[in-house]
């Protein structure tokens, strides 16, 4: 079974820049995460969907943070415009429900602002 | 409300055992433990779910006391795979209101 994937890996842009992560979560998993994770610490929930509905977006800096989930499959992540804090690894998880619903994570993008 | 991590920083040798704890100060659903090597995703480990119970697989195993909303997991044996950083992810609730919000981790080092 694949794994959840995601694009690009790494992305080095400046200070005001835009970027955007892509994310497909594992096969029928209806469930998609977009986290967060700073250096040293653990993971934060950005906004949570359920199919293409939002969940929870009570963390995510509406500002200058956007996301979607079209057609309940794959996702999109976009920083508008970027501030030097927001260097991290932006992890997206999905889960497939049921007792429990473990959150399986994908390999990260890993974003430089400078 | 973030779980509180212990230690934050533990460094072993080979065949050593390690105790790693997780506590809430709010009543918790479920507890999911990580793992996180450099540059890589986080691991699954295992999951406990409110009632108080235990599991392991291998050589590590983990609990959950509900009264007192703390989860520890336990590593024997070490080996120098099991390096890393651990999380523990903390639910208060299930269905539409399970999210988790992780600890700051524990960085594991085993040695030869």
């Known amino acids: 079974e694949a794994g959840v994937a995601q694009s690009p890996r790494y992305k080095i842009i400046e200070k005001r820049q835009s970027v955007a992560f892509w994310c497909n979560p594992i096969s029928g998993h209806a469930t998609l995460y977009w986290y967060q994770q700073i250096l040293g610490q653990g993971p934060k929930l950005l906004i949570q969907f359920q199919n293409n509905g939002v969940v929870d977006d009570s963390q995510l800096p509406k500002d200058r943070f956007s996301a979607e989930r079209l057609k309940g499959v794959d996702s999109t992540l976009k920083i508008q415009p970027a501030k030097l804090e927001d260097s991290a690894v932006y992890l997206c998880?999905?889960?497939?429900?049921?007792?429990?619903?473990?959150?399986?994570f994908g390999p990260g993008t890993r974003l430089l602002v400078l | 409300q973030q779980p509180v991590q212990s230690p934050q920083a533990v460094i072993l040798r080979e065949g050593e055992d390690a105790v790693i704890n997780c506590s809430s100060s709010?009543?918790?659903?479920?507890v999911h433990w990580y793992r996180q090597k450099h540059g890589e995703a986080p691991v699954f480990l295992m999951i406990l779910l409110k009632g108080g119970e235990q599991k392991g697989h291998d050589k590590i195993s983990a609990s959950f006391n509900e009264k007192k909303q703390q989860s520890s997991l336990y590593l024997t044996a070490s080996q120098l795979s099991y390096s890393g950083t651990y999380f523990c992810g903390t639910s208060r609730g299930g269905g539409s209101n399970y999210k988790l919000t992780f600890g700051k981790g524990t960085l594991l080092t085993v040695n030869p």
């Open positions: 709010k009543a918790l659903y479920s």
């Open positions: 998880a999905s889960t497939g429900g049921g007792r429990g619903e473990t959150q399986y």
